[in-house]
DNA sequence: TATGAATGAGAGTTCATTCAT
DNA sequence: AATGAATGAACTCTCATTCAT
């Protein structure tokens, strides 16, 4: 039923299989609208209103993703590169030390901007979020390992630590929300005190990586997908 | 209690008669079902469930509570008591210090075994909220004030600083979950420290009362009633 | 489980049964809260609003009226009461005629006060209606047979016409409403003088009384109770 | 109609895409449906009864009409432009006595098939009703104008004569219902007769067309939908 | 393959009617 | 006999998901 003419959607570029990078743009233009709008409007604003924002039917959010937690999942999946890149930045600054601390400014400024990554990072969320909080987990350790190497963290120090203090910042960011946006940089020299050398132990012990990992994943709030039965 | 005179009438509209036994049964059915489901599912649970819990029909729980806000905020309420009951119990200890330590153990032991006050403490509520917050916020102040006359805190501490650590151990308590329950209390000699003398005072301010209360009550997630009218 | 002190209720009495006078003034109660609140906000206020209004709990009213259409049909019975009195004052004037406009202007001005009379007379009922139509039906046939027995009214009116004619200007009445209170009198003498002998007569038939009858009694708009099965 | 030049900008965002099929197919059975039962039942029934009628999902009412309102102003648009047709063809009827009696007949006809027209007509409803009223009352007033200009109706007459005329018939059909179908007829005569040059004038003022509006308008009986926020 | 219309379960809320007290 | 609490069906409206086009 189609003419001629929609052959032109990609103009002559002799593309081995048609329509290839209309997928493409499409998942792209979904990520994007998906990141501004649960950015603005939190979680749970509807797939409708994504769609929308997007300029594309509700049934190709689905043709790309299957269902809203799935969405979600690549929304986080693209945020947390950028989480990763501020990780790796701060990997290869001259101090450790001061790599940990700008590492931690890095992720609350971006959470502070965006209420996706904030409601992920203080784990509103659920299922395969898994090989991105392992990626991102990978890179605290190192963070922390680093600054242990040099002597700028005591030893017993665990990556957990920096990661509940990471979401106990976030809490405060959320806090503070537009009232007071930097409210969280308050609290900062105290958390990390505990993790330089010389004070007391922390008592009891951190998360384990895999701990961590659990104990995110399993704080759905968005409810889970229907049974299709 | 009344007398013969006024027999008669308009069939006794005298006493407002004492709240009938059965209701005040299913009165307590509700709010003990509400707590539970709220508790275990957060704010976001149905009326209808809560009903069936209660194995009440759910016009029962409108005549009770008007709408859902309601019912949230009866909850709210009774759940806040037991926090300020905890309160005031720590203002009575000998050690001022050992008092609002205990304070916070309290609060955050209460909170780990109900989903529902943790989404108060961590500000997932709104409007008629208000008078429990500052029930609160009182409590809280009164407890570092009583530190701070009797030296054990720092005289430039400030309640917004207690109200924060609360909520940031709150979010680790959260985090921890069933996994490591005692997650948050790893967490809580750093924190603090930064209320003892001595250190280095705590960069930029503290949100103040009020700002706490609207940047609390601002973060609705339970949608508001609808104006009927 | 009463105490003896009820027995003074009718005080010295010596009824034989004993609070048939409160069951009286129950029912007197409800019809007067009744019929303000039918007359202010319709046929569809609720059960509850009266009786609140009425001072009594709703299972009087059910005591009394077994559902809200009886109910209905009772403030009726009042109201038509003085539509009734209205009619055999005017059955009392010296003309004939005049008697005929006095009623209609008595009905008009009656239902202007009263939307429950108003929707009563519009046909917005059911059922048991019947004995009050037939009462007003009977004077609104004498007052017309004393015109024509007077030479003031054409013999070959109906009654029927001037039953239609009094619910038109009703409808006029009600199109006016407050902003025009006085808009039906307007409509009045061109109306009645087809009543008048002389003219060319109406064309076609007027309703008889039974099928008048039929023809409000079928036009519910009120739900009817539901089957209880 | 779109040129070369914009292939590919967002996977055509140009056409607006006219109306599918099946969705206009829906569209027809939701207006019919609600036509019938509206006509039935009266502008109270259900979404959901209307939907069920339509053999379609109460989402798909919602998806076309946003609440039921809409629909009902929807209905009664297409039924309005029934009526305005009416008055058109009466407008170019030769004589334009014969044309408003005409006029009125066809109404009388209309509604007395579609009781959705006659609570529309007797202004059982709300709000954006405005636009239709005013093409009807200019109609109406055009019928009459054109009367006046031939001498045929009295030149006092005013346009809210019509309309109280027209809606007192409405009320008169309305009572005669399924039993006397034809009873508006008996009376159309004499109403009329009032408009006609040559007899006394009616005493006090008709309505204004504002007037008219404003009195159709605020009764309402359904109720508006709910604020949504 | 993309579209967006259709679906229908479910949420909050109201109210006529029943029934324990 | 009176009370008003309890009930539950019904109503309007939303939204994740499916499916015809």
Known sequence: MNTAEDVGTVSGEDAPRPTRKDA?????????AAREVFARRGLEA????????AGVGVGTAYRHFGNKHELAEAIMHETIDEVVAAADRA???DDAWDG?????????????????????????????????????????????ERAQRDG??????ESGDVGAMLMMLC??????????????????PTLLSALRPGGPPLPGRA???????????????????????
């Open 171 to 188: 809490h405060v960011a959320d806090l503070g929300g537009d009232i007071a946006p930097t409210l969280w940089q308050r609290y900062v």
């Open 46 to 53: 509807s797939l409708d209103d994504i769609a929308r924002q």
């Open 207 to 229: 998360l384990t990586d895999a701990e961590m990992h659990t104990a995110i994943v399993c704080q759905h709030r968005m409810r889970p997908p229907r049974s299709t039965e």
């Open 100 to 144: 940990l601390v700008e590492f931690l400014e890095s992720v609350l400024e971006l959470q502070t901007k965006d209420r996706g990554l904030r409601e992920v990072l203080m784990g509103v969320h659920e299922a395969k979020t898994d090989a991105m909080q392992d990626r991102l987990t990978a890179r605290v350790r190192h963070l922390l």
């Open 24 to 32: 493409a743009r499409n998942r792209a233009l979904l990520i994007a």
């Open 152 to 157: 700028q963290a005591r030893a017993d120090a």
């Open 91 to 93: 990997l290869e600054a």
